[in-house]
């Protein structure tokens, strides 16, 4: 088992920027990649960027060229860079591992508000 715990969420103005973090621990070597997702209010969970390994990454087309996930194994835990900010960025971000073979791994949620 696998638990999540993600930090660094906040309040920031439009075009600022955030830094969030996903602290790994238990069954960290089954982890087959981790990633972001979010929701906002009425809306669908979506994701946002995955990493595999330390170097293959994908994002979300509207978060591309100003977000970006990296992992860092020594201290088991995924980063999630959000640059210039948007107010359609406001939402509840979740980190998740994918462990093969099981349910989605998820964190408590931490709250990203954008706002003026």
């Known amino acids: 088992q696998v638990q999540l715990v993600e930090s660094g969420g906040g309040l920031m103005q439009p075009g600022g920027s955030l830094r969030l973090s996903c602290a790994a621990s238990?069954?960290?070597?089954?982890?087959?990649?981790m990633g972001w997702y979010r929701q906002a209010p009425g809306k669908q969970r979506e994701l946002v960027a995955s990493i595999f390994g330390t170097r293959t990454t994908s994002y979300e087309e509207s978060v591309k060229g100003r977000f970006t996930i990296s992992r860092d194994n020594a201290e088991n835990t995924v980063y999630l860079q959000m640059n210039n900010l948007k107010p359609e960025d406001a939402a509840v971000y979740y980190c998740?591992?994918?462990?093969?073979?099981?349910?989605?791994?998820w964190g408590q949620g931490t709250q990203v508000t954008v706002s003026s």
């Open positions: 998740y591992a994918v462990i093969p073979g099981r349910p989605l791994e």
């Open positions: 238990g069954s960290i070597s089954e982890i087959y990649n």
